[in-house]
């Protein structure tokens, strides 16, 4: 087997590459572009394929560099929680709150129906969580923190390569099916978003002319400036937060350094030209979730999906199932039946499935289309990356007890 390691700069640069290359597909496969499938999805995927390809054929292992990826995560995150004023965190209270009790109690059936299945198939002790809420709800984060402990206790030898395989079809998954939901529901509820609302993430396809908010170097520069300060005060909130005791991702202290900031300093400094809801920063957004997500996607390595057997695509195939009737039968009319309740819809694919920036990527793709959602890009990072890690981590040590 050779091994052939991508560096830094050329796994980025290999990411743009593939999202143009997601772009064309896009363009040229009408499916695609319909069911609202994002970009980086379509090259990320086709790339993994790809390395596939070269492993299986070629005998070779590709492994890219991602630590551009996880600084265009902390971008991402620190851009949506600048676009949160406190007026819409104050209405979104009840939805928030709705949005985190569906969530929880979709995280109790994902481990019911994994339960189940294990028992059914006779799968092996303690791989319940692990094709659970640990890999999907969870994600490769999760799944990767709790592998050693279930292998230990259980003697679970292969308990990572479960884990990281479940979070990485999971992922897949939940890639595909956000957008096809949400495009079902507006079309069959004749929904639309507003059009006099500027874009959180992502300038609209349908007005990509500049205007009053033009796009400049300096609108640029000074949107990046803001982003780097809220992301270095987050770095320093993060290292609190581990001195007593609480491990939370590191994109959660940004978010939050980012919405006390956006609630501030434009009150305090009025005068001061604040990057909220401006073309500048929701393009840097939209460049940062599709880079991310390319490079997320391109690094997949699904040959660790072949060799687990047919059980585990038996499994996740029921809890996509279950997710995708949870988010058309529960979710969609929980939250109101109208547009916002489509898009959110589309992200709790990533919330149950995938990860937040899936669940965000789905988001953007449908309102790229059909309108701004601003309600649904300040709630759902909320739950999905703050509140429900703890729920998970609860729920993880109970079915392991």
């Known amino acids: 087997m050779t091994t052939v390691a991508v560096p830094g700069f050329l796994s980025l640069t290999i990411a743009i590459v593939v999202f143009f290359v997601g772009t064309g597909l896009n363009r040229w496969i009408a499916p695609l572009r319909r069911w609202n499938i994002p970009e980086a999805v379509t090259g990320g995927l086709l790339a993994a394929l790809v390395t596939l390809v070269a492993y299986r054929v070629f005998d070779t292992s590709i492994s890219f560099d991602l630590a551009a990826r996880d600084m265009l995560l902390l971008y991402f995150f620190t851009g949506i929680g600048l676009n949160a004023r406190l007026d819409d965190l104050l209405s979104g209270g009840k939805p928030l709150l709705i949005l985190l009790a569906l969530t929880l109690i979709f995280l109790v059936i994902q481990n019911l129906i994994a339960a189940g299945s294990v028992a059914l198939l006779g799968l092996p002790d303690g791989i319940t969580v692990l094709l659970g809420s640990a890999s999907l709800i969870g994600g490769h984060g999760t799944a990767i923190a709790w592998a050693p402990m279930i292998a230990t206790q259980f003697g679970l030898q292969n308990a990572m390569e479960v884990g990281v395989a479940a979070a ?220 429900i890690d703890i729920a998970n981590a609860f729920a993880i040590g109970f079915f392991l007890r």
């Open 168 to 387: 990485t079809l999971g992922l897949v998954v939940a890639s595909l099916v956000g957008g096809p939901v949400a495009r079902l529901l507006i079309a069959r509820y004749h929904l639309s978003g507003p059009t006099a609302i500027k874009p959180m993430v992502g300038l609209p396809k349908s007005a990509e002319q500049p205007g009053k908010d033009e796009i400049s170097h300096i609108s640029l520069l000074r949107t990046i400036l803001v982003l780097n300060v809220a992301v270095l005060i987050g770095f320093t909130l993060d290292e609190i937060f581990t001195e007593f005791g609480i491990r939370l991702p590191l994109f959660v202290a940004c978010l939050l350094v980012a919405i006390v900031l956006t609630n501030t300093i434009p009150r305090v400094l009025p005068q001061v030209a604040w990057p909220t809801r401006t073309r500048a920063l929701a393009l840097i957004s939209d460049l940062s979730l599709n880079i991310f997500l390319a490079m997320s996607l391109m690094s997949m390595q699904l040959w660790t999906l072949g060799d687990l057997g047919p059980s585990l695509m038996l499994v996740l195939g029921l809890q996509t199932v279950a997710a995708v009737l949870y988010m058309l039968f529960v979710v969609f009319p929980a939250m109101g039946r109208n547009y916002e309740a489509a898009v959110l819809s589309a992200g709790f694919s990533g919330i149950s499935l995938g990860a937040t920036p899936t669940a965000i990527a789905n988001m953007t793709a449908v309102t790229k289309v059909h309108g701004a959602a601003p309600m649904a890009f300040i709630i759902l990072p909320l739950v999905s990356a703050f509140f």
